[in-house]
């Protein structure tokens, strides 16, 4: 009975542990279209969207179709373990931005044999996300697909996770130690300049003169700081270890 038991927990388990049997794309490659349906042009299409994203927002949209989850080791799986699955074996996304909680990727899975399809979300997402996805796997990718775009519904679906995304508020960099040296170091200068010139008695026009200049120095620290807290962008890959608990949205054709 014992025996038993065992063997009925680890037949129930088998889906969440299996490995699937697909490689992910190269870092920033963001498609990998094993079924065939979309064309060089609609890649590009995806990419160019997908690069801003990430670029911005250090969200990565990775997108996959396959003909069948069977094909890759999944028979008997649902497509939201299958998805959830292979987020976690790829590691889609990055769990830490600036040292803070991130963890938000999202993956766009299609099996055309299945005839289903599912948005994937990172576990940084909050739970009010699935409603978002849910509507736009409802509205933009399933009409589509029941009409046999593929493609359509695949771009329009990326689309709308873009813009979704590039809505999401990046946590802050720390401030770096460099610029509190800069930001003493031009007060000081302008301090100490000022007493100078009151001790020399020096007229007006030697103030315009400094004033001009830690004006002109000033608009450069902005700048330089402004810049530092931009971060130049994201420069970061697709996958860095990032994982799902399941969050997001499927549907079917």
């Given amino acids: 009975m014992v025996r038993y038991g065992v063997l009925l927990l680890v037949l129930a388990c088998a889906p969440l542990c299996a490995q699937i049997n697909l490689d992910p794309p190269a870092q ?26 990430l670029n911005e927002k250090a969200i990565p949209i990775v997108v996959v179709t396959i003909k069948s989850m069977a094909d890759h080791y999944g028979a008997g799986m649902t497509i939201e373990t299958f998805a959830t699955t292979l987020y976690n074996q790829w590691g889609v996304g990055h769990t830490k931005l600036h040292g803070q909680p991130w963890n938000k990727g999202i993956l766009l899975l299609v099996s055309t044999g299945d005839r289903k399809a599912r948005i994937e979300l990172g576990a940084g997402w909050a739970a009010g996300y699935d409603a978002t996805c849910q509507s736009i796997m409802d509205n933009q990718i399933i009409p589509r697909f029941k009409q046999g775009d593929f493609a359509g519904g695949i771009k329009a679906g990326v689309q709308v996770l873009a813009d979704v995304a590039r809505g999401e508020e990046l946590p802050k960099p720390p401030f770096p130690w460099q610029a509190v040296v800069l ?36 608009f450069m620290l902005m700048a330089l700081l402004s810049g530092r807290s931009r971060g130049g962008g994201f420069r970061g890959g697709s996958f860095g270890g990032g994982f799902s608990r399941g969050g997001g949205a499927s549907g079917g054709w």
């Fill in 183 to 218: 930001i003493v170091g031009f007060f000081a200068l302008m301090v100490w300049t000022g007493i100078s010139l009151y001790r020399s008695g020096r007229g007006g026009w030697a103030w315009v003169f400094w004033g001009i200049v830690f004006t002109v120095l000033g």
């Fill in 28 to 53: 920033r490659e963001f498609v990998r279209d094993l079924a065939g349906l979309l064309a060089e042009a609609d890649k590009a299409e995806i990419r160019r969207h997908c690069e801003r994203t």
